[in-house]
């Protein structure tokens, strides 16, 4: 009976110990994702370079050769920044995902926009 109250004490320790050591969860709202960006910019940088790659991959983005991945997740972030600032109304509660696609998507698009 002892042994097994040290266990469950030692597992609930552990399960405690894990769960303050995950990392932070990802941001879901466009306020969120900008203030993580603020905090943490490697993170920022990280989440637009993969949503770029997604976008490049399906074709539907086409970064020129002369703009680099940096120039291009800093520009994107300065934009949705911008973009919450403007009409926080509008983007604070929705999810970010979209908003980083349609910038990059806006900003270099595969074909030329008419």
């Keep these: 009976m002892r042994r097994a109250t040290v266990s469950i004490i030692i597992f609930m320790l552990f399960c405690v110990t894990a769960a303050l050591a ?18 943490d910019a490697a993170f920022c940088r990280i989440q637009i370079m993969a949503a770029e790659a997604l976008l490049e991959r399906n074709r539907k983005v086409c ?33 970010y995902r979209p908003v980083v696609d349609q910038i990059i998507t806006f900003l270099w698009p595969c074909e030329p926009v008419s």
Excluded at 22 to 39: D, G, I, L, M
């Design 22 to 39: 995950a990392p932070a969860a990802t941001p879901v709202t466009t306020e969120q994702f900008v203030a993580r960006c603020k905090s």
């Design 63 to 95: 970064l020129p050769a002369r703009v680099s991945k940096d120039a291009m997740a800093n520009k994107v972030r300065d934009v949705v920044e911008d973009i919450l600032d403007e009409d926080p109304d509008s983007f604070r509660a929705g999810p």
